[in-house]
């Protein structure tokens, strides 16, 4: 039915929407559309006819089939919003022969459940026509804009939801919404010429198909088809469930027969459960023109900068199971052969996915006759691929390129990952995985014709690949050569068909880990087609060169192979495993790395070399230092040519050989060839030159014809208990040496001879010379006494001895440097913790000790003259753990840095020179105790102070060197003598001693709350000192006369009852109290002569002393005198001679049971004074004696003298020389007679009661003054 509106309605209507945004061709027809039905009447087959079809309702449903020669437009009508075009439900297609059909800014636009038993189907264009499809959305998230739905055809010849029969059609489906081709029977868009054009020699611009002519093949020609397909910019773009399903139909989403097919742009594609019955399960592109030539036409399929890719089930009865492109051309023209060649690229999009596609020939997800690009996509996903015979994932005859993606994998897929007939390049990827793909033929996980390069990736795996029949490899290029370079690691490892095959060679260079193991070739072949054997790890198929270098690391592990009987004449198929055949080997172990043959045969046919110099990644030459090494079941054969060994290691070990024709290691290559157990087999010489050693450990063999040492080489060996039976070394040829070093690591305890080396052939060289001979390691090494070297019978024997306990120094290298590395012992060994060590007086000398070292013991036992010194190395050092230190011998050792180690030191022979303050280490801690000999001598210097806690015993000779201290605070002091010039201290009780020796020196004795007695003390000039209530200081065995300073702070100094102290000019006697005790000094008679000073304190206490005296004869100045004593002074007896002064302040002098002398020669009366002042006091409690050699002399008193004992008259200050006592002619005048002093012209003083001979004792003394 027609709907008719008024007017007016129709402009409100129109008002009520926005203006239309499209902007039709000038040359169409307008045409405003109200019903569906009026769309009939506008349909027509003239070519001339446009029509622009604006469509006023919201949704239109055509009732019948548009058929038009002419362009056709649908578009919503200016003003309104977009409107929905249905075409549903028709028995005869949509649109027929259209030449330019498009859509543009609707709602929707569906195509659904229309079959056509006639011409066409959905849309069927017609020669050079374009199908556009643009701007179509509702602008809701989820829905579906644009549709092609179930659509149907009975007809073989007319395919597609869309169809189109011209080379130049142009389908465009762009800046829609989502776009959805789903469950339709005869494909989703087809493309098909039917009349493929030939080369044509024309001028003519335009044929009716619009093909642009190429004139001749020599000049550049022009487009010649201008058509395409793209599908870009939309959202979600899916084609699913789509069928191709008549016979030889392909491509069941997109077929093409020679547009290109452009993806561009879109956010998630998805091809999913698309079949055709031939090739290309979802996209087809076939070229049927037979020329070819260069040209700027692209006939590509280019998937590029879509959100994400994902083509999923799709299934192909032919090849490319997802994709398929076919663009050769065999054709000529004037004898010029031309192309247009046509590839698969994938470009720039998101995640990358093709999971479960299959075809039945080739190709499961791709098949390409050109170029197969997939670069700068995010991760790459190929897996469970199925193709019938080659290709599971990817098969092209072009060269097939993976780069600058993220992940990259390939699981699962079957009949081959990827198989190429030009190059495949694999390159800056992040890791690379090819895991569990089936290979159901003689295949390989990676196949190509040209070179396989696998470079700058992440992690590379190939692993768990399997050939369930005949024989391929993970990667295998046939005709070139294969790299893997630069990959962070690379894992070969599981797979069942072998590891790397080339034509060509295989280089395998500057990754970081490389793992090549467990690799099997699953049948029995005949290896006579191999060129000798299928190699299960690296094959190099025609003899190439096989170059290992640069990689931090590498592996080759039980590669595993069947030899088959025909060739090798077993009895059966045997299992060998197998890496390498090579025309050339190249190995080589960058620096701390190594490459590893474990359970690996290699068999090469122009020589090896080993560790030469190689090119790391950033093209810089580096030295090839690691280790190369064959174990296990492992050998490797040399067919022909020499080998080199240029630096590093090459250990052939656990049962492994190497055979060739000769064998050189180059002079000054500090290279090591290390035999375990094994066997080196050369036809020709084995040659080891200047500064490379020749390692054997257990039992191995050495076949050639002559085995040379040059002078400077090295042979080392390790011995044990069955070499005492069978010689480590056993050479079938002859020996050729010069000046041969031979280093033996004794691994067996029991003394007697063994075998080093037995001898077939000749010896040509130097006599053995046991000084050639370096003991190393363990056993015997470490215990040898003597030794011997002696041929018999072709063997040279190895005789050894009586063995020492310890490691001996020798300083071989001349450093004195003691570390771990260095090899400065006897038997060039390096010290590592725990071992006994020794120094003799070879190597005598500085000892620079470097890092912490931790000996179970140290011994120094050096001969006068061979002294030792322990010093800090650069960067530090020092003695650590458990050990102690003994020193035997006449010679010195002299420690002068700072350890913590915690054993004893034991001084028993010789000197121990301490010239730091921590170097008998935790000594001053108390953990560790020092003892010392008779005889020997502890001297402390270099101002260090040395404390000695703990449990001592100090018998030998002590020096203490000015500037320094040796304090005592654990007991054990005996020294034999102290010769002390800088300070020698006993703090604390345990300090004390009643057995120290003899002292000398101008130095300082200090006692601190400990007592300690001197047996001599006659040489000691220097200061004493004693401080706190219960220390003491006694000095017994003679008198002592210093010049020092004497002090006494609390406690006591003590001489023996008959010896004397004397303070010489410049020394002082001084006292004071600690904790209310006297300060106490035990001599015969005191002398402080002249320059001398005496202070006392507070209190002193001169207990069973005879007597202290001063004057000129025994030396106290009066100025030195004068300082005030302001402390009671108790003796027996008190001499002031000629020009002394007694000062005494607030103090006491008592005199008890003794006298006070004052002696002057001839009238010298003013030479002597006793001044008493302020509330000093005199107590004389026997008599005053003043002697003179006339019986006047005057004597001075400032002050009262009291009087405190019988016998003696006080003198009052008040009265002091008073007219009623005395007069001018009265003087104090001493009666020698009666031995008393009295006053002239008062009359005879009474004479006065026997005085006790004694003194007070000092707890008395400090009695009264408390109560004072």
């Not at 001169?1102 to 100045?1117: C, F, H, Q, Y």
Request: hydrophobic share 35%; aromatic share 8%.
């Amino acid at each position: 039915m027609k709907l008719h509106l008024p007017f007016a309605l129709l402009m409100a209507v129109v008002a009520s929407f926005s203006s239309f945004a499209a902007e039709i061709p000038s040359t169409y027809t307008q045409i405003d559309v109200w019903d569906s039905y009026e769309l009939e009447s506008y349909t027509t087959n003239e070519v001339t006819d446009y029509y622009a079809f604006n469509m006023y309702l919201d949704t239109y449903y055509s009732p019948a089939p548009l058929i038009s020669g002419g362009n056709l437009y649908f578009t919503t009508a200016e003003g309104m919003s977009p409107v929905s075009l249905y075409f549903e439900d028709s028995q005869s297609g949509a649109f027929y022969r259209s030449k330019t059909l498009t859509f543009d800014t609707l709602n929707k636009l569906t195509f659904t459940n229309i079959k056509r038993d006639g011409e066409g189907i959905a849309v069927q264009l017609g020669g050079c026509g374009e199908l556009h499809i643009n701007n179509v959305t509702d602008n809701t998230e989820g829905t579906n804009d644009v549709i092609f739905d179930s659509i149907s055809s009975d007809e073989t010849a007319y395919r597609g939801a869309i169809g189109a029969t011209g080379a130049d059609a142009i389908i465009d489906i762009s800046q829609n919404g989502s776009v959805v081709f789903n469950n339709n029977a005869n494909g989703g868009i087809f493309i098909f010429d039917e009349t493929p054009p030939s080369l044509i020699d024309s001028s003519v611009p335009c044929l009716p198909d619009c093909r642009t002519i190429i004139n001749s093949p020599e000049e550049q020609p022009d487009i010649l088809y201008t058509g395409y397909i793209s599908i870009s910019n939309n959202a979600d773009v899916s084609f699913i469930g789509n069928k191709a399903s008549y016979t030889g139909e392909n491509g069941a989403a997109i077929a093409s027969n020679v547009q290109p097919v452009k993806i561009l742009s879109n956010a998630d594609v998805v091809f999913q459960n698309n079949e055709a019955v031939g090739n290309g399960g979802a996209i087809f592109l076939r070229s049927d023109l037979d020329i070819n030539y260069d040209h700027p036409y692209e006939n590509d399929i280019t998937i590029d900068g879509n959100t994400s890719v994902l083509f999923s089930g799709n299934k192909a009865g032919g090849s490319g199971g997802a994709i398929y492109i076919s663009a050769k051309a065999s054709d000529s023209y004037s004898g010029q052969i031309l192309s247009f060649p046509g590839d698969i690229i994938i470009t720039n999009n998101g995640p990358i996915e093709f999971t479960g596609n299959s075809a039945g020939t080739y190709g499961g997800a791709i098949y390409s006759d050109g170029k197969v690009s997939i670069q700068g996509n995010g991760d790459v996903r190929f897996s469970g691929n199925i193709a019938g015979t080659n290709g599971g994932a990817i098969y092209s005859e072009g060269d097939v390129s993976i780069h600058a993606n993220g992940d990259v994998s390939f699981t699962d897929n079957s009949g081959c990952a990827i198989y190429s007939s030009g190059t495949v390049s694999i390159r800056d990827n992040g890791d690379v995985t090819f895991a569990a793909n089936d290979l159901s033929s003689s295949d390989n996980s990676i196949h190509s014709s040209g070179n396989v390069t696998i470079q700058g990736n992440g992690n590379v795996t190939f692993s768990n690949n399997e050939i369930s029949g005949g024989s391929g490899y993970a990667i295998d290029s046939s005709s070139g050569s294969v790299s893997i370079c630069g990959n962070e690691n690379v894992i070969i490892s599981g797979n069942r068909g072998s590891g790397i095959a080339s034509s060509g060679s295989i280089s395998i260079r500057n990754n970081g880990i490389v793992d090549i193991s467990d690799n099997a070739m699953s049948t029995n072949v005949d290896a006579r087609i191999a060129f000798a054997v299928i190699a299960s790890g690296l094959y190099s198929r025609s003899n190439g060169s096989v170059i290992i270098e640069g990689n931090e690391s590498v592996r080759f592990k039980d590669n595993i192979s069947y030899q088959n009987t025909s060739y090798f004449e077993n009895v059966g198929p045997e299992l060998v495993s197998h890496s390498i055949l090579a025309g050339n080997l190249k190995l080589a172990a960058k620096t701390e790395g190594h490459i590893t043959f474990d359970n690996t045969i290699v068999e090469v046919s122009s020589g090896c070399s080993f560790n030469a110099d190689y090119t790391d990644a950033d093209g810089q030459l580096q030295k090839a230092t690691g280790d190369i090494i064959f174990s296990g079941s492992s050998s490797i054969g040399i067919i022909g040519g020499a080998s080199s060994l240029y630096g590093g290691s090459l250990k052939v070990v656990d049962g492994a050989s190497l055979e060739g024709g000769s064998l050189s290691v180059a002079d000054n290559s500090n290279a090591t060839i290390l035999l375990q157990d094994s066997t080196l087999s050369y036809s020709s010489d084995i040659s080891i030159g200047k500064t490379n050693t020749l390692t054997v450990q257990g039992n191995s063999t050495i076949e050639a014809g002559t085995l040379t040492f040059a002078a400077g080489a090295a042979l080392n060996l390790t011995l044990d208990a069955g070499h005492q039976e069978t010689a480590a070394l056993s050479l079938t040829g002859d020996l050729s040496i010069s000046s041969l070093t031979i280093k033996l690591n004794v691994m067996s305890e029991t003394e007697g001879k063994y075998k080093l080396i037995s001898l077939n052939g000749s010896y040509d060289g130097d006599a053995w010379n046991p000084n050639n001979l370096t003991l190393v390691g363990s056993g015997l090494a470490e215990n040898m006494y003597s030794y011997n070297l002696e041929w018999i019978d072709n063997v040279l024997y190895f005789d050894s001895t009586a063995m020492p306990e310890q490691w001996i120094w020798s300083n071989a290298s001349g450093d004195g440097v003691w570390n771990t590395t260095n090899q400065n012992w006897h038997y060039d060994v390096s010290f590592s913790d725990g071992k006994d060590v020794a120094f003799m007086d070879t190597g005598a000398g500085e000892v620079k000790l470097s890092g912490e070292l931790a000996p179970a013991s140290i011994e120094v036992n050096n001969t006068a003259g061979n002294d030792y010194t322990f010093t800090a190395a650069d960067g530090g050092g020092k003695l650590t753990g458990s050990t102690g230190i003994t020193k035997l011998g006449e010679g010195k050792l002299s420690i002068a840095c700072a350890n913590e180690h915690t054993g004893a030191t034991e001084l028993r022979e010789g000197s121990l020179i301490v010239q730091h303050s921590e170097a008998l280490g935790a000594t001053a801690a108390g953990q560790a105790t020092l003892a010392t000999a008779e005889g020997t001598t502890l001297r402390v210097e270099n101002s260090s102070h040395l404390v000695l806690a703990g449990s001592n015993s100090i018998a030998g000779n002590v020096e203490v060197a000015a500037e320094s201290t040796l304090e005592m605070k654990g007991s054990g002091y005996a020294a034999a003598s102290s010769t002390v010039d800088g300070t020698l201290a006993f703090t604390g009780a345990a300090a004390s001693t009643s057995s120290a020796g003899t002292l000398a020196g101008s130095g300082k004795v200090k006692v601190t709350d400990s007592q300690v007695a001197f047996s001599s003390h006659s040489e000691f000039t220097g200061d004493l000192s004693v401080e706190g209530a219960s220390a003491s200081l006694s000095l017994e065995s003679a008198s002592c006369s210093t010049a020092g300073k004497v002090e006494v702070k609390g406690g006591t100094l003590s001489f023996s009852a008959s010896k004397d102290l004397a303070i010489l000019e410049g020394g002082s006697l001084n006292f004071s109290t600690e904790e209310e005790r006297a300060a106490s000094l035990l001599a015969r008679n005191v002398n402080i002569r002249t320059g001398a000073m005496l202070s006392v304190q507070d209190m002193l206490g001169m207990t069973a002393a005879d007597s202290m005296s001063t004057g000129e004869n025994v030396g106290l100045a009066a100025e030195m005198f004068n300082s005030t004593i302001g402390a009671d002074l108790e003796v027996t007896r008190l001499t002031l001679t000629y020009g002394s002064t007694l000062s005494v302040d607030s103090a006491h002098i008592n005199l008890s049971g003794g006298s006070l002398t004052l002696a002057v020669p001839g009238t010298q009366t003013d030479k002597i004074h006793l001044d008493l002042v302020t509330t000093a006091g005199l107590t004389l409690e026997s008599q005053l004696l003043l002697f003179s050699e006339v019986n006047s002399v005057a004597f001075i008193f400032n002050q009262t003298v009291a009087n405190t004992g019988t016998g003696v008259y006080s003198y009052n200050a008040a009265d002091y020389f008073s007219s009623e006592w005395v007069n001018e002619d009265t003087k104090l005048v001493y009666d020698s007679g009666k031995n008393v002093l009295y006053m002239q012209g008062l009359g005879v003083i009474p004479e006065p009661a026997t005085a006790t001979l004694s003194l007070l004792a000092l707890a008395a003394l400090a009695a009264r003054r408390r109560r004072k």
